[in-house]
C-alpha cells in the first residue's frame, strides 16, 4: 500500500532552534516534495527531491532512498517559519500522482 | 510573475446547488491538477489533467463531480448537486512534465462551503 507518514505531528520551538521534520514511505518512488502551507492557506513548494541533499537559505531536504525517508531541516528558525509542513510523494506505479502526508504543524515562538 | 489562479476565492452555497470553480494555469504548463484539502483527510488529489487530457480522475467521486479543460488556459471542476460533505479548500496546481522531475505551483484555493 502507498502511504506516507510524517513525524511529528505538532512541533513547538523557540527562535534560533534546529529544527528536523520527518517523512517516510512504503514504496519505491520517483520523487518527494516538501510543501509549505501558511496560516493563509497558500501552498509554495520548498523542495523537489529524488536523490541526496538540496539547501535554499535555512532550509535544508535529505532523502535517503534505501531507507525510505527524507527530512526536512530548518536552520536559526524564526517565527515567520510558522506554518505547516507537508511531504508528498510520488511513487513509482502512481504516474503523476501525488500522496501526501498529514502534515507538521510548527510553531516557533519568539 | 506567473502564477496559479483561481476563482472564486470563496463559496457560500447551499446543498443541491451547482458549483463551478475555474482555474487559469500558468502558460505554457502542460499538467493540471485538482486537489481537495479538509481537516479530517488532508490534502488529496481528485483529478489531472496532461495536454488538456485527463489522465487519472480515480479520486473523485464521478456522480457529482464533473473536472474538464475546454482551452489551455482554463480548467474547471464542477460539483452538481453540491453537498455539504463537499465543504473543503479545492486547489489547482500546474506543471511542465517533461520528463522525471517536475515542480508543481499551487493556486491560491477555492473554499467551499456547503450549507
Known amino acids: 500500500k502507498n502511504e506516507v507518514e510524517q513525524s511529528p505531528q505538532n512541533l513547538t520551538a523557540q527562535e534560533g532552534e534546529f529544527i528536523t521534520i520527518n517523512c517516510s514511505y512504503s514504496?519505491?518512488?520517483?520523487?518527494l516534495h516538501w510543501l509549505q502551507q501558511h496560516p493563509g492557506g497558500g501552498i509554495v513548494s520548498l523542495f523537489m527531491?529524488?536523490?541526496g541533499k538540496k539547501k535554499h537559505g535555512r532550509l535544508i531536504a535529505t532523502i535517503n532512498i534505501q531507507e525510505k525517508h527524507s527530512s526536512l531541516h530548518i536552520t536559526a528558525s524564526h517565527p515567520r517559519d510558522s506554518a505547516v509542513y507537508i511531504c508528498?510523494?510520488?511513487?513509482?506505479?502512481?504516474?503523476?500522482?501525488?500522496?501526501f502526508g498529514e502534515g507538521t504543524q510548527l510553531t516557533v515562538n519568539p | 510573475d506567473a502564477r496559479v489562479t483561481q476563482t472564486p476565492r470563496h463559496k457560500v452555497t447551499e446543498m443541491g446547488q451547482e458549483v463551478t470553480m475555474r482555474c487559469q494555469p500558468i502558460?505554457?504548463?502542460?499538467?493540471v491538477f485538482w486537489y481537495r484539502q479538509t481537516m479530517m483527510q488532508g490534502l488529496e488529489l481528485l483529478a489531472y489533467?496532461?495536454?488538456?487530457?485527463?489522465?487519472?480522475d480515480s479520486g473523485m467521486p464521478k456522480d457529482r463531480f464533473s473536472a474538464e479543460m475546454p482551452d489551455a488556459t482554463l480548467a474547471t471542476l464542477k460539483i452538481q448537486p453540491s453537498e455539504p460533505r463537499d465543504s473543503a479548500v479545492y486547489f489547482c496546481?500546474?506543471?511542465?512534465?517533461?520528463?522525471?522531475?517536475?515542480?508543481?505551483?499551487f493556486g491560491p484555493g477555492t473554499r467551499l462551503t456547503v450549507t
Open positions: 496546481a500546474s506543471g511542465l512534465v517533461a520528463g522525471g522531475l517536475y515542480e508543481q505551483y
Open positions: 514504496v519505491g518512488i520517483s520523487a
Open positions: 527531491l529524488s536523490s
Open positions: 508528498a510523494v510520488r511513487f513509482e506505479t502512481s504516474g503523476s500522482r501525488l500522496t
Open positions: 502558460l505554457g504548463h502542460n499538467t
Open positions: 489533467f496532461r495536454n488538456r487530457a485527463p489522465l487519472d
